[in-house]
């Protein structure tokens, strides 16, 4: 249901409110260029920090800009089971494809707590989900034998496994055989799992370089191992890159370098520090996703093309209109 290669996007926004119209060109660009899918409200698109109204208007857009051309997956995790359940229902409404359900962060359930936490949310909405396991964020690990008995569901039909670890991500799939999807959730570690059976990545660097991550994973599924290993090689650099600093202040920061939108992200997260910022540019110079003469006025929007990259003509950075920032209640889910 969901494979290939999945963009987890980035939320622009524009002095303090979400940048609606940069968040549609930046789904045009992803589609443009080979994405296979999209996860709005991901760690990525900062959910933590998006109120309930943001969460739903992101959701929409996205939802309304994909247009049915490939699968979207919302972000819906919390760390609440009935909070879960009331998000998951919203984005099932707001017409996701599916929904991306991080592990609960802070509390630390045990594993019962986390079974029990999944199929709540699988049994009260019928939609297809896709469980996340990130314990460098969350604290708690998703172990391979609870995702065995989870994978009976038949609404849940995946999992982003971002432990980090290819042994656990292995022994889900030797568990797990073709019950659930295994997607990759790291960059580095996307062609080491494919080869072990998963079936694609959720990436952070396909939001600067959409084509080569699709290239990837389109090489491994054609059978052409040699390409796929030349593109896994050849995106090591720029993946490292992504992490320099806390995700998504590096990405969004890329992002921001080939003018799709500006570098803001919300507190508590701040912006690249300027020596770590130095060393992103120098990077994405080298990969030629922006010019040597990159000024403050002066970016460059590229047309992806497959490694090595093609470098074409310059635009120069939008204005961006004054806009007042509108405060939202949270609504009570």
């Known amino acids: 249901m969901f494979k290939g290669s999945i963009v987890a996007i980035v939320t622009p926004f524009l002095d303090g409110a979400v940048d609606e119209e940069k968040l549609r060109d930046l789904v045009e660009f992803q589609l443009e260029n080979g994405t296979d899918g999209v996860v709005p409200c991901g760690t990525t698109g900062e959910s933590s920090t998006l109120d309930y109204v943001e969460h739903d208007r992101v959701i929409k857009i996205v ?41 609960p962060y802070y509390n630390k359930p045990s594993q019962e707590g986390l079974f ?18 990130v314990p460098g964020r969350t604290a708690v690990n998703l172990l391979p034998e609870t995702v ?16 980090g670890s290819l ?30 059976g998963a079936k694609g990545v959720i ?7 959409p084509k080569e991550i699709a290239a990837l994973v389109d090489a491994f599924f054609a059978g052409n191992l040699k390409e796929a290993r030349r593109l896994h090689l050849y995106l090591l650099k720029i993946s490292n890159a992504m992490f320099v600093e806390t995700n998504p202040v590096p ?64 635009l120069s950075l939008p204005r961006f209109a004054a806009r007042s920032t509108n405060s939202c209640e949270k609504e009570a889910l």
């Open 63 to 103: 939802v309304d800009q994909v247009n049915k051309r490939v699968p979207v997956i919302a972000g819906v995790g919390s760390n609440s089971t009935r909070e879960a359940i009331q998000i998951t229902q919203h984005a099932k409404e707001l017409g996701a494809d599916g929904a991306l359900l991080v592990t």
């Open 116 to 133: 029990l936490h999944y199929k709540s949310i699988a049994d009260a909405v019928a939609l297809p989900q896709v469980l996340y396991n």
């Open 148 to 163: 065995a008995r989870l994978a009976a569901h038949p609404n849940i039909v995946a999992i982003k496994e971002a432990s």
């Open 167 to 196: 042994q656990q991500a292995c022994e889900v799939l030797a568990l797990c055989g073709e019950n659930i999807t295994v997607l990759s959730g790291d960059d580095l570690l996307t062609l080491p799992m494919l080869a072990c």
């Open 203 to 209: 990436s952070v660097t396909a939001n600067i370089m």
């Open 251 to 314: 990405v969004k920061t890329g992002v921001s370098l080939m003018g799709w939108c500006r570098d803001e992200v919300r507190l508590p997260l701040a912006p690249l520090a300027g020596a770590n910022r130095a060393k992103l540019t120098a990077i994405m110079t080298e990969y030629g996703l922006i010019s040597k003469d990159l000024g403050a006025d002066n970016l460059q929007k590229l047309t992806r093309t497959s490694a090595p990259v093609e470098r074409l003509k310059r």
